[in-house]
């Protein structure tokens, strides 16, 4: 992504973006928050309710300037369902950031 690491994970953490990224079923289920390991920008969600989804996003520096992001998604669906929600995901999340870039 063509922003700084630091702002493509503020802006996968924020609770007020987050649903326009993440995959549905892991939108606060009403169970735990987000585990964040922010010195290492990498973010895990799993469900705790219904089919079991869990989620992690790590977020690396590029020597651009940009950032290079990973999400790895664990769930039922076939293997290839879970790269095309993966790729429309990550597609979201750099639409967020891009807007989070210039509204900041």
């Known amino acids: ?7 493509v994970f ?11 990224w993440l995959p ?3 939108r ?9 390991e ?3 920008l990498r973010v895990r969600w799993r469900t705790t309710a ?7 996003l790590e977020v690396a520096p590029v020597d651009a300037g940009g950032a290079s992001v ?8 076939p293997e ?7 790729d429309e995901s990550l597609a979201s999340l750099a639409r967020e950031v891009a807007d989070n870039l210039t509204a900041g």
């Open 28 to 36: 606060g289920d009403g169970g735990q928050g987000p585990e964040v």
């Open 1 to 7: 992504m063509s922003a700084p690491p630091e702002v």
């Open 70 to 77: 990973r999400l790895a998604l664990d769930a039922d669906p």
């Open 10 to 20: 503020s802006t996968a953490t924020d609770p007020d973006r987050v649903s326009a």
């Open 80 to 86: 290839r369902r879970l790269r095309e929600i993966a």
């Open 38 to 40: 922010t010195a290492d």
């Open 50 to 56: 219904g089919p079991s989804w869990t989620a992690q």
């Open 24 to 26: 549905e079923p892991l």
